[in-house]
């Protein structure tokens, strides 16, 4: 036998090409974990100029609210700044505060809003100049029953949500006597101002006479009310409301707005 050993060449070659594909690997996580770091700083960096406008555009307004929560949806966001487009950038301002009319103030805890296929330029990011348009932007909020309540004024009101549908309970005092009456609201929206307006109160044990049903009548009338949602942000009009457990709930939208003044 002459002794020689053969194939040992080849495991050291494999062993080489083994430590060479796990360091392309860590190169290449390492490579990728720079580019998400530096895609959210850059989405991060867009969503705090899109804050500030925003609260610019609240206090001009003579409305406060706390600090907006921007986010531009959809990754890799660099991918949508080189592109030109973006999916969706979502505004959410708690507690907008703002006048209604007639010296009232309505707050709304929570307003989401949504921006939807953005259209921005780079060119125009670059320069500051040029249109910056949303497609759609709608945004919705709740106006709670006891601040609803307190801006009809009337004493011992409670409103809640039944069935889908806005009613309202309240003592009235009548021949001497208080009696709980009860009725349910229509619930509209005129030129971007929410009517509320009762029908078919009732009362156990009201006696049925002209002075009582005109008494009633005249509550009635003092239950209704016409409120203007706080002016909203991004030229959003209010276009429907409805009850809901937690409050009134009302939708609110606008198509194709500039929102350079919002800072995209």
Known sequence: MSGEVYGTERPRKKRRGRRLL???????????GVLVGLDRFAAGYAERMIG???????ADQNATSEKPEVSIE???????????????????????????GNNRTVRV???DVNADDV?????????????????????TGTIDYPQLAELIGQPGLKLAERD?????N????????????????????????????????TAENLPNVPIIRNLINSYVQKLSVDLRVPELPL?????????TPEGLRFTAGANDVSLNAAGV
């Open 109 to 111: 805890a929570d307003l």
């Open 52 to 58: 500030e406008r925003v609260s610019e555009q609240i």
């Open 74 to 100: 959809g990754v890799p966001f660099l991918t949508q700044v080189l592109d030109g487009n973006y999916e969706r950038i979502r505004i959410q301002l708690a507690n907008l505060s703002g006048p209604a």
């Open 235 to 243: 030229k959003l009009a209010v276009q429907k409301v409805e009850p």
């Open 164 to 168: 889908g549908k806005l009613v309202g």
């Open 22 to 32: 796990i360091t392309l690997l860590i190169f290449l996580i390492l490579v990728g």
């Open 119 to 139: 259209n921005a330029p780079l060119d125009t990011i670059r320069s500051g100049s040029g249109p910056i348009v949303a497609k759609t932007v709608t945004g």
């Open 170 to 201: 309240a003592p009235v005092q009548a021949l001497g006597q208080t009696f709980d009456v009860s009725g349910t609201a229509a619930v509209t929206v005129k030129e971007g101002v929410v009517q509320v307006r009762f029908s078919d109160v």
